[in-house]
């Protein structure tokens, strides 16, 4: 018999639908996973959101405070997709109580921040997992294997992209993303910190970097209540936008190589336009998430007009066998999160850390605070 693992959801927006989706899609992707997830309680302050959401998806019990989570010997395990101000309240009081986390990036506000509740989960010996879900595309672990093997040769420059439309059009409402106080970076935290995840997960460590940033819709209305997502506000009272819709980055790594990483959220006509391109001496090899399962890869020995060939993925390469029997079978979004809470539950069954941990966290707010240095100081700095 299949024990149980005790799960709570702490913010009930759209990445806290998915990460409830995740849990209860585990038995169906992964059937001999040692612990099932038991959905026990939903919190979420936004008054009859937490109600709504239990009898949806069959949560045992709501609450608005969420402090009643960290104090419930029901629960084990807790998805944490509340704002990012409450990320180190709320991941530091959890781990002191015993609770293991999947906590959504950037946690927090700051490297200070996300350094605090990695040390708060190390000091209670919990898991710790984090929601830097693109590193789970089997395409990319794929990437990732051919890299690391020397399949294209030495790595020589990436080229890192994040563009969005989500804050676009000018009466987006004025949400907490935008406010430094509740929000803390803009699109720095938002896009960017994948964006970092991927270089390292990729490329290896960080050592320098410079970077740009710019706010071009420096004022939006404010909502008269609660929002969910990116909902518009026309008409509401203007208010200014605190953080950056853009940043542009040059990067050095360990390794010797060079990059440059670009995020937007602001990008009129791209949607989630979120990709790399890693070129190496003998090759190189090019993803697409709006492509997700295929890999563009170039190898060999002729250098000049050397062929780029497309490689659907299927099983074989990373968790796709979980999820579909052959090549060019589509995988989704969605997917990518149940990787992640299969990882997280592994973990906590085994003790042992699977997937993206606090650790990832740390290494991307250190790059993300460096660049944010950079850009008001305008020279190279180290993360």
């Given at each position: 018999?299949?024990?149980?693992?005790?799960?709570?959801?702490?913010?009930?927006?759209?990445?806290?639908?998915?990460?409830?989706?995740?849990?209860?899609?585990?038995?169906?992707?992964?059937?001999?996973?040692?612990?099932?997830?038991?959905?026990?309680?939903?919190?979420?302050?936004?008054?009859?959101?937490?109600?709504?959401?239990?009898?949806?998806?069959?949560?045992?019990?709501?609450?608005?405070?969420?402090?009643?989570?960290?104090?419930?010997?029901?629960?084990?395990?807790?998805?944490?997709?509340?704002?990012?101000?409450?990320?180190?309240?709320?991941?530091v009081t959890l781990a002191e109580a015993g609770k293991h986390l999947w906590i959504e990036k950037p946690v927090g506000l700051t490297a200070d921040d996300a350094c605090a509740v990695a040390d708060a989960v190390a000091r209670a010996g919990v898991q710790g997992?984090?929601?830097?879900?693109?590193?789970?595309?089997?395409?990319?672990?794929?990437?990732?294997?051919?890299?690391?093997?020397?399949?294209?040769?030495?790595?020589?420059?990436?080229r890192v992209r994040l563009f969005s439309d989500y804050a676009a059009d000018p009466d987006t409402a004025l949400t907490w993303r935008y406010e430094r106080r509740r929000g803390g970076s803009g699109v720095l935290g938002d896009l960017a910190s994948h964006g970092?995840?991927?270089?390292?997960?990729?490329?290896?460590?960080?050592?320098?970097?410079?970077?740009?940033?710019?706010?071009?819709?420096?004022?939006?209305?404010?909502?008269?209540?609660?929002?969910?997502?990116?909902?518009?506000?026309?008409?509401?009272?203007?208010?200014?936008?605190?953080?950056?819709?853009?940043?542009?980055?040059?990067?050095?790594?360990?390794?010797?190589?060079?990059?440059?990483?670009?995020?937007?959220?602001?990008?009129?006509?791209?949607?989630?336009?979120?990709?790399?391109?890693?070129?190496?001496?003998?090759?190189?090899?090019?993803?697409?998430?709006?492509?997700?399962?295929?890999?563009?890869?170039?190898?060999?020995?002729?250098y000049r007009d050397q062929p780029v060939s497309t490689v659907y993925v299927g099983p074989g390469a990373g968790e796709f066998a979980a999820f579909q029997p052959g090549a060019a079978n589509a995988m989704g979004y969605d997917d990518l999160k149940v990787i992640?809470?299969?990882?997280?539950?592994?973990?906590?069954?085994?003790?042992?850390?699977?997937?993206?941990?606090?650790?990832?966290?740390?290494?991307?707010?250190?790059?993300?605070?460096?660049?944010?240095?950079?850009?008001?100081?305008?020279?190279?700095?180290?993360?």
């Open positions: 018999m299949v024990d149980a693992l005790g799960v709570a959801v702490i913010g009930f927006g759209w990445m806290g639908r998915v990460h409830t989706r995740a849990y209860a899609r585990l038995p169906h992707h992964y059937p001999d996973l040692p612990l099932r997830p038991r959905l026990v309680t939903v919190a979420e302050e936004v008054p009859g959101r937490a109600e709504e959401a239990a009898e949806r998806f069959g949560f045992a019990s709501a609450t608005r405070d969420w402090r009643e989570v960290a104090a419930d010997p029901r629960i084990q395990a807790v998805s944490v997709t509340a704002p990012n101000f409450l990320h180190r309240e709320i991941g997992t984090v929601g830097f879900n693109y590193r789970n595309a089997p395409a990319v672990e794929a990437a990732r294997e051919l890299i690391v093997s020397g399949g294209i040769g030495t790595v020589t420059h990436v970092v995840d991927l270089a390292r997960f990729l490329c290896g460590d960080l050592v320098s970097l410079t970077a740009d940033t710019a706010v071009f819709v420096p004022q939006r209305a404010r909502p008269g209540g609660a929002t969910a997502g990116h909902a518009l506000a026309a008409g509401g009272e203007p208010g200014p936008v605190e953080n950056e819709d853009y940043v542009g980055c040059l990067l050095r790594f360990a390794s010797g190589a060079r990059g440059v990483l670009e995020a937007c959220r602001v990008s009129v006509g791209e949607q989630n336009a979120y990709g790399f391109e890693v070129h190496g001496s003998r090759g190189a090899v090019f993803w697409d998430f709006r492509r997700m399962n295929e890999l563009g890869v170039s190898r060999g020995t002729g992640e809470a299969c990882r997280f539950v592994r973990s906590v069954a085994e003790g042992t850390p699977y997937g993206t941990t606090l650790a990832d966290a740390v290494h991307s707010a250190r790059a993300l605070d460096a660049m944010a240095r950079s850009a008001r100081t305008g020279g190279w700095v180290s993360p």
